[in-house]
């Protein structure tokens, strides 16, 4: 590499993920339940939303419409000035942690987590402290919220805790009162938190309660259309929280992206005007898939019980496996070259996710039978 175009030290942190890099090993033919992408069609009022421009797309005010703001803070039960639109959930949760982190400050996040959340703490100068989510237990199955775990990593230097729920790539729903019980800690002792609810609409078992319904000032919501509409690609989400934070965050928003595309601004407008009716099409389709996905599983002893509560993601325990492999990198290396099946290795998501593999149910039909049998095949014929 050249010496006078040197990434810098924040860049160098970013490490890529997993899922990228076993991503280069797929064919054309592969059955895929690596990628947390659905498979559903973005709807009809929806398109002709995004195609319903004037044949201008000028910029909008940097935080997003005033209709589409409003009709966000309508479906978020918030004010308008209480929210941002973002490019995506991604991009919210660059802008909430790098806004809010200064360098020296540690961050509270998931073990196993979705990996944006450290990579964007180190990019701020930050450090990221991984608190484990509860491993399941024959008495309880699942990745539930220690609240023990994360207060005891709490120090002077602690600035923010990043949450999930529900969690990729767990598949877990955070109990309400353990989760209120958190943010109190928190509150207490000066710390405030970023909650992605970006999965809020996939909820199979028990209520869902959002940080919101708790507590509104001491943390951010974000939330988005890419997993309930089905619109990944068109890079909309937003960030609700206390009007002055949305304020003073948004000219380092500008600075990264001016606004978020204003067709799909409108396209937010239409899908959370019908978004009653569609989560209940959506739900149908993944509350399916997600029993037949239990049901596979089922017929083979892993090391815990499988559960999905919420999202669409069976985190599979394959800890009795890692006698057979050093990793389950190397598990779902040999998976891929076997079967031809596609499925992200758990340590992808931090050390705690070692011995497990992240299925998503993201596809379904004659795929989803025949990638659920050969995994079980392969599995079996490992043991
Ligand atoms: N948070 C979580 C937990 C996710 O799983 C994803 C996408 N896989 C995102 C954020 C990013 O979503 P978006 O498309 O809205 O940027």
Redesign the pocket.
């Known amino acids: 590499m050249s010496d006078v175009l040197r990434p810098s030290r924040a860049a160098r942190s970013i490490e890529p993920t997993m899922i990228r890099s076993l991503r280069a090993g797929m064919r054309e033919s592969t059955i895929d339940f690596g990628l947390?992408q659905t498979d559903l069609e973005i709807s009809e009022a929806v398109r002709e939303a995004i195609g319903g421009g004037d044949g201008r797309e000028p910029y909008t005010p940097n935080a997003g419409s005033r209709e589409a703001r409003e009709a966000i803070a309508a479906h978020a039960d918030a004010d308008a000035d209480e929210v941002m639109l973002t490019c995506?959930?991604?991009e919210g949760?660059a802008v909430a942690i790098l806004g809010l982190c200064n360098p020296g400050d540690e961050v509270l996040v998931p073990n196993p987590g979705?990996p944006?959340y450290d990579n964007l703490v180190r990019a701020a100068g930050a450090t990221p402290v991984r608190y484990p989510l509860a491993a399941p237990t024959p008495d309880s199955p699942g990745w539930g919220l220690d609240v023990e775990a994360v207060v005891e990593r709490i120090g002077d230097a602690t600035r923010l805790a990043v949450l999930?729920n529900p969690s990729?790539p767990t598949g877990s729903v955070f109990d309400a009162d353990r989760l209120e019980a958190l943010l109190t800690a928190l509150e207490d002792a000066g710390v405030g938190w970023i909650s992605?609810e970006?999965y809020e609409d996939y909820v199979w078992e028990g209520p869902f309660v959002s940080t919101r319904s708790i507590n509104r000032q001491a943390g951010l919501v974000l939330s988005?259309l890419?997993k309930t509409h089905h619109m990944?690609g068109w890079?909309l989400?937003w960030m609700v929280g206390p009007a002055a934070i949305i304020e003073a965050l948004t000219p380092f928003h500008q600075h990264l992206v001016t606004c978020a595309p204003s067709p799909a601004q409108r396209a937010a407008i239409a899908a959370v005007a019908e978004h009653d009716e569609a989560v209940v099409a959506t739900r149908e389709v993944f509350a399916d898939r997600r029993r037949r996905v239990l049901e596979a599983f089922e017929s083979i002893e892993l090391g815990s019980e499988p559960s999905v509560d919420g999202a669409f993601y069976l985190f599979v325990d394959v800890r009795p496996w890692l006698s057979q492999f050093d990793t389950t990198l190397q598990l779902a290396r040999a998976l891929l070259h076997e079967e031809d099946v596609m499925v992200v290795p758990g340590e992808g998501f931090g050390p705690a996710g070692l011995g497990h593999l992240r299925v998503a149910f993201t596809i379904g039909g004659d795929a989803l039978e025949e990638g659920l049998r050969r995994m079980v095949d392969f599995l079996q014929r490992h043991r």
């Open positions: 947390g995506g959930v991604q949760l979705f944006a999930n990729n992605d970006i988005g890419s990944m890079r989400g």
